[in-house]
């Protein structure tokens, strides 16, 4: 199976499930969006109100400040790939529960390997829980640098949490300037095979 044929069917069991109580309650799933071949891939937690209407990933008040923050480090939205634990908005913007995480993470899982990104950044704490360590929390993790199955993972602040607390950003942008300069030292990854072999359809 060819690499466009892998996404479309990743975006479309996106779009159509129902794996969880979620899909009873969103108005559009959000897959993700950006580069599919990007260098650097960031993970927030889930949709917003926002999101939920659009079908597209960070793109309210939290959305903008994170686009800034990307073109702080000379990158454009465009050049990197953004997904969330979790596909479709839980109620009220409550926190995903773990069972909703669960249920989604082998699309997360399935992403990450098909854009291949040299460098992973977890925005917040549910991304960390069930990305990097379930029992790390943010503030004592951040900025830390993890190498794992050929990855390099790094957590920082989401951008909502920068909104409610602006005491916050200065660290942020601490975050942001190891990103360029990891981007910078890793350099860009070598050309992807013009086939992939097909994965398991954990999807």
């Known amino acids: 199976m060819d690499y466009n044929k892998l996404w479309d069917n990743l975006i479309r069991a996106v779009m159509t ?16 969006e950006g580069n599919r071949d990007a260098d650097l891939m960031f993970i927030g937690e889930g949709p ?3 999101e939920d209407l659009s079908g597209r990933p960070f793109v309210g008040k939290a959305g903008q400040l994170l686009d800034k923050m990307i073109e702080a480090i000379d990158l454009k939205r465009e050049d990197v790939y953004i997904a969330n634990i979790v596909k479709c908005r839980p109620p009220g913007n409550r926190e995903p529960n773990e069972g909703e995480a669960r249920a989604c993470l082998p699309y997360l899982r399935r992403q990450v ?6 460098i992973i950044v977890c ?4 991304a960390v829980r069930y990305v990097i360590d379930k029992k790390a929390g943010i503030t004592r993790i951040r900025g830390q640098w993890i190498e794992r199955k050929g990855y390099w993972l790094i957590a920082t602040y989401h ?3 920068l909104l ?3 005491a916050k950003k200065y660290d942020a942008w601490e975050d942001f300037k190891k990103i360029r300069a990891k981007l910078d030292e890793l350099g860009s990854k070598p050309p992807r095979q013009d086939a992939l072999m097909e994965t398991d359809g954990d999807e």
């Open 159 to 161: 951008p909502a949490a």
């Open 113 to 118: 390997y098909l854009v291949r990104p040299r």
């Open 164 to 166: 409610r607390d602006p």
């Open 123 to 126: 925005l917040g704490a549910t």
């Open 17 to 32: 499930c129902t794996n969880c109580q979620l899909c009873k309650t969103r108005t559009n799933s959000v897959p993700g």
């Open 48 to 50: 917003g109100r926002d």
